[in-house]
């Protein structure tokens, strides 16, 4: 079993993270707007790491820690800005499914980046991505839901989010990561909350019980386990696992939040998660097919990371 603790933990991360859709969406119907959202998970984040691995920080902050702990903050606060957002013009099912792309877009970052080279099937998957977000968001007269279109773009920031993630977790203290990324989120969703206006918070009960779900679940707990489990798995497999949080998502939204499926969005949501599928799976067809030599198997890994 403590063999496979980073798969286990990167499962039990998915479940979370789906469930947040949800607890974005009790929020935003509570009455608490995107940007005082993101400002009271990340603050609970950042607290309750913050105290309870004081110590840990302390001994293991270094100034590139610091530096990858930013990096990653501004990833995650854009990531996070444009889904919450996109959450109060489309549904919590879509929203979900249309973020899991970002798993598609990694190898692209590898390439752009560090000129890591792209395969066939990371091209055909990603053209078949885009596809199934057609199918799913695009309107009778072919234009787009304005939240479907912010989910879109969230999906890059997560995606950037992801791949520095797996650069960063094996290099660096996961406290030191976590830490400093939701303190500068937090920073920066603080000055964009107050420079908008929305400094006054009149919320329901329901969104208060829906961004404290979102701040010590999917923030505090569950991107230290992201930190933790990354460090573990390849940046495949964990891709893989973390792309079902799209699945959970729609069924808690389907469930909890009573959202309907219409035949069109199950077409697209089965579209895209192949696309994940065939994007994420292809190192091991390749290792099936090509060989098991260590040349082969390099190569390919390096193509997808």
């Known amino acids: 079993m403590r063999r496979y603790s980073g798969e286990i933990g990167l499962f039990l991360i998915a479940i979370i993270w789906g469930s947040g859709f949800v607890g974005s969406k009790l929020a935003i119907d509570g009455r608490m707007t995107p940007m005082q959202i993101l400002t009271i998970r990340y603050l609970i984040g950042t607290l309750i790491l913050g105290i309870v691995f004081f110590k840990k920080i302390k ?3 270094t100034k590139e820690s610091m530096i990858a702990g930013v990096i990653l903050g501004i990833f995650s606060f854009l990531g996070f800005t444009t889904q919450t957002i996109g959450l109060v013009y489309t549904t919590a099912s879509k929203n979900a499914f249309i973020t899991a792309v970002n798993v ?4 692209f970052i590898g390439f752009v980046l560090y000129k890591r ?3 066939k099937i990371g091209v ?8 199934g977000i057609a199918v799913l968001s695009l309107e009778s007269d072919f234009s787009i839901n304005f939240g479907d279109f912010l989910t879109f773009i969230c999906a890059f920031g997560f995606a950037f989010h992801i791949f520095f993630t797996g650069e960063f977790s094996a290099k660096y203290n996961s406290y030191v990561l976590t830490v400093i990324q939701f303190a500068t989120a937090f920073v920066m969703s603080f000055i964009v909350q107050f420079a908008i206006g929305e400094g006054s918070i009149v919320a329901t009960s329901k969104g208060y019980l829906g961004v404290l779900y979102l701040g010590i679940f999917s923030t505090a707990i569950g991107f230290l386990l992201q930190t933790k489990c990354q460090s573990k798995v390849d940046q495949t497999k964990a891709a893989i696992i973390l792309s079902t949080e799209s699945v959970f998502g729609t069924i808690l939204s389907i469930l909890i939040l009573g959202e309907v499926l219409t035949f069109r969005m199950v077409i697209g949501c089965m579209i895209i998660f192949a696309s994940i599928i065939i994007s994420e799976t292809k190192l091991s067809f390749l290792k099936k097919n090509k060989g098991t030599s260590l040349e082969v198997v390099e190569v ?3 193509e997808i990371e």
């Open 59 to 61: 001994e293991n902050i």
């Open 104 to 107: 598609v877009i990694v190898p």
């Open 117 to 119: 080279k792209l395969d």
């Open 124 to 131: 055909a998957s990603s053209l078949l991505a885009l596809i």
């Open 300 to 302: 390919t890994k390096s």
